[in-house]
């Protein structure tokens, strides 16, 4: 059974930094292709960043505005998000997700994390 744990969530400042992590249990990780989504309050679930399978193609959602980064370790399978200048509007929960059935570039994923709140007060 594939599970996704996501860790490094918190509360920052405006224009503070922070690191989530996703740790997998998957047996063959790098055949996932792997991202992170968000929800906002009332809001739908939004596509952050997404990573290919061998982490050679990425892809950001417009409002990342070159302030997030996605990489992935397919020896530890891990997967990061690197965000800086975080501004209130980030505020939402952030999930990892991954899917073995997609490229990459598509809401449609199949395995989903629990999800790591991030507050970024004003």
């Known amino acids: 059974q594939i599970q996704l744990l996501e860790s490094g969530g918190g509360e920052v400042q405006a224009g503070g930094s922070l690191r989530l992590s996703c740790s997998a249990s998957?047996?063959?990780?790098?055949?996932?292709?792997m991202g992170w989504f968000r929800q906002a309050p009332g809001k739908g679930r939004d596509i952050v960043a997404l990573i290919s399978k061998g982490g050679e193609s990425t892809y950001y959602a417009d409002f990342v505005e070159g302030r997030f980064t996605i990489s992935r370790d397919n020896a530890k399978n891990t997967m990061t998000l690197q965000m800086n200048s975080l501004k209130p509007e980030d505020t939402a929960v952030y999930y990892c997700?991954?899917?073995?059935?997609?490229?990459?570039?598509?809401?449609?994923?199949?395995?989903w994390g629990q999800g790591t709140q991030v507050t970024v007060s004003s």
């Open positions: 998957i047996r063959t990780y790098s055949a996932y292709a």
């Open positions: 997700a991954a899917s073995a059935r997609v490229l990459f570039v598509t809401p449609d994923y199949d395995h």
